[in-house]
């Protein structure tokens, strides 16, 4: 009993010929998926930074809870937005790497917000709209890292067999 060939062993007719120009957009739509969630949370992070009254802070006493909460809330976001940018690097160096990389970014994403969403109930580490639009962001590219066009990276490059 044969089985049916995988669509990728199916041979093209001669009118018909497998593009790289796919491939290649597919890595600059990710890379730039991943710079717009970079800036995302480097924004965020320094308008909470900048929206700080530092006017109320004095060098000899404690800060203020409200000057405290802020600025955690700027900082957490930091390292996620610096390994963003590591995965775009991974994905513009090494596109498999890359995608690699990205995935386990986005699922520490959505595992910490998970548990500040669970367990920070007087919202000291992060407002709730901006928590939920950080998990749709990390939802969202998750779903096109893991779409065809998104998949493509996990391939080799295609090879030009013809002439194009």
């Not at 991943?34 to 308008?47: D, E, I, P, R, T």
């Not at 639009?133 to 939802?139: E, V, W």
Request: charge should be negative.
């Amino acid at each position: 009993m044969s089985e049916a060939p995988a669509p990728q062993q199916i041979p093209l007719p001669a009118l018909i010929h497998r593009s790289s120009q796919q491939y290649r957009w597919s890595r600059w739509i990710t890379v730039v998926i991943l710079l717009v969630q970079a800036l995302f949370f480097l924004g965020a992070s320094g308008f909470l930074l900048f929206t700080i009254d530092w006017d109320v802070v004095d060098v000899f006493e404690e800060p203020p809870a409200a000057v405290l909460e802020q600025f955690q809330q700027a900082i957490v976001l930091l390292p996620f937005a610096f390994l963003v940018l590591v995965s775009v690097v991974g994905c513009v160096v090494r596109p498999r790497f890359g995608w690699h990389m990205a995935m386990i970014v986005e699922s520490l994403i959505l595992l910490v917000a998970l548990q500040v969403y669970l367990s920070d109930r007087n919202q000291v580490l992060t407002e709730r709209p901006l928590l939920f639009l950080y998990m749709l962001g990390a939802i969202l590219v998750v779903i096109f890292m893991n779409s065809p066009e998104g998949r493509l990276l996990l391939g080799s490059k295609p090879e030009r067999t013809h002439s194009e």
